[in-house]
C-alpha cells in the first residue's frame, strides 16, 4: 500500500469521528486500529494485529506506562470514593472568592506540582 495516498487517513478518521460521535475512547481506537491492519494486510489483519498487539505489549517501555497509568487511576479513584478531593475543594472554596483569587490559588497549584515533579526519585 502506498502511504502517499489519502486513503491511509480513513482509520484516523473514523476513529475521530466514532470518538466524538459515542463519546468513548477505547472501542474506536480498536475499530481504527483494526481498519488500518485490515488496509494493510486484507487476507491476514486479524493475525497480523494480534502479532502487532504482542509485540508492543511486550515492551518494557509500553508495560510500565500501563501500569504507572494503572496506579495513578486507582489512586485517583480512591481519593474520589473516599471523598477527600471533595473535602479538600471544599477547604480551598473558602479562599476563592473572586477571580484574582482564583488565578492565584491555580497559579500557585501549578508552580507547587511542577517543583514536586522535578525532583527525582
Do not use: H, Q
Amino acid at each position: 500500500m502506498e502511504y502517499d495516498n489519502p486513503l491511509v487517513l480513513l482509520p484516523t478518521a473514523i476513529v475521530l469521528i466514532l470518538a466524538l460521535w459515542t463519546r468513548r475512547a477505547l472501542e474506536p481506537l480498536v475499530l481504527g486500529a483494526f481498519i488500518g491492519t485490515l488496509m494493510i494486510d486484507p487476507g491476514n489483519a486479524l493475525s497480523s494485529l494480534t502479532e502487532d498487539l504482542l509485540t508492543v505489549m511486550t515492551n518494557e517501555d509500553v508495560a510500565w506506562v500501563i501500569m504507572v497509568c494503572g496506579l495513578m487511576g486507582s489512586i485517583i479513584a480512591l481519593l474520589l470514593k473516599s471523598g477527600s478531593s471533595r473535602a479538600f475543594a471544599d477547604k480551598l472554596m473558602r479562599y476563592t472568592t473572586n477571580k484574582p483569587r482564583a488565578l492565584l490559588g491555580c497559579w500557585a497549584a501549578g508552580s507547587w506540582a511542577s517543583s514536586c515533579s522535578s525532583t527525582t526519585i
